[in-house]
């Protein structure tokens, strides 16, 4: 098939859609399924512009039908709670929290340079880690989200695995031009 209709990139279309719509679809099935239907109408409707074979489409959307839903749901509904609560920031990583994890960090700096035990005494250690400090909440943001895509992308690796039996659905005759010559 083309690749502007593989599952691979259908589903990243698919799932794009259920992202712009997370918050209202994750949290019922019947939602997703509209959402997902929503994602579907203009797909399948260049589908049909494009006068291929029916069977590979329709094998398509119930491959997308049966798998995405449910695994999708599975990491959106936990991911939306987590984002709603914050990323569980405390404080939700306000100039308060943001000054105690600086505070946090020269003081876990001082430790490690003074303590005889822990082989570091370089100077900058305390001031790198007050720095770092700063950051501490948007790189927990920044961690929950980059582990949200790869699980995303986890989900369209195994759709996209599927392809070669999806292109074997599609019997031979109906690629071919029909009979009297033109095509």
């Known amino acids: 098939m083309t690749p ?9 279309d698919v799932v794009a859609h259920l992202e712009r719509h997370r ?11 509209r959402e997902l239907e929503a994602a579907l109408a203009p797909i399948r409707a260049a589908y049909r512009e494009s006068e291929l074979p029916s069977t590979y489409f329709e094998a398509l959307e119930a491959e997308l039908r049966a798998a995405l839903p449910a695994a999708w749901r599975a990491i959106a509904v936990p991911f939306t709670a987590l984002e709603a609560r914050g990323f569980a920031r405390w404080r939700g990583g ?8 600086v505070l946090g960090g020269l003081t876990l700096g001082g430790l490690i340079v003074w303590l005889p035990f822990i082989p570091i005494w ?3 250690v305390p001031f790198a880690l007050a720095v770092s400090g700063w950051w501490l909440p948007d ?4 961690w929950h989200r980059r582990r ?8 369209i690796g195994r759709l996209a695995a599927s392809q070669p039996a999806l292109e074997a659905r599609v019997p031979m005759n109906e690629l071919l031009p029909p009979p009297g010559g033109a095509p």
Not at 148 to 155: C, D, M, Q, S, V
């Open 4 to 12: 502007e209709f593989a599952i691979e990139k259908v589903a990243v």
């Open 23 to 33: 918050e209202a679809a994750a949290r019922d099935e019947a939602a997703t399924a």
């Open 94 to 101: 306000d100039l308060t929290a943001r000054l105690a994890y």
């Open 122 to 124: 370089e100077k900058w």
């Open 139 to 142: 790189a927990q943001v920044a």
């Open 148 to 155: 949200y895509g790869r699980e995303l992308g986890r989900i």
